[in-house]
């Protein structure tokens, strides 16, 4: 099973919205509920780099070229994490991957899913 499965990507017109989800199956709570949650991004021909991370006590970091536009949340109970993206713009088109770091236990990615936004 894998450790990160996200959902919620497709194609959306500039302007619109979306939000990707996701789940942790394989943390167990206290796992889960004590572990750094983040999403990074890599747009076409591009580097991977970070769009927003919430930390255990549910604080939050963006980056710049998202601030505003996005919010990103977790459901402990759920073990699931969202991004909440608003007023789209074609740059924000990549494959956006979400990110665990877990207290003293590693780092784990899952498989991404592709955004596409249109002009």
């Known amino acids: 099973q894998l450790p990160l499965v996200e959902s919620g990507g497709g194609l959306v017109q500039a302007g619109g919205s979306l939000r990707l989800s996701c789940k942790a199956p394989t943390s167990i709570l206290s796992v889960f509920n004590s572990a750094d949650m983040a999403w990074y991004r890599q747009p076409p021909g591009k580097e991977r780099e970070l769009v927003a991370i919430?930390?255990?006590?549910?604080?939050?970091n963006y980056a710049d070229f998202v601030k505003g536009r996005f919010t990103i949340s977790r459901d402990n109970a759920k073990r699931m994490v969202y991004l909440q993206m608003n007023s789209l713009k074609p740059e924000d088109t990549a494959v956006y991957y979400c990110?665990?770091?877990?207290?003293?236990?590693?780092?784990?990615w899952g498989q991404g899913t592709r955004v596409t936004v249109s002009p």
């Open positions: 919430i930390n255990p006590d549910r604080s939050t």
């Open positions: 990110f665990q770091r877990r207290q003293n236990s590693g780092t784990y």
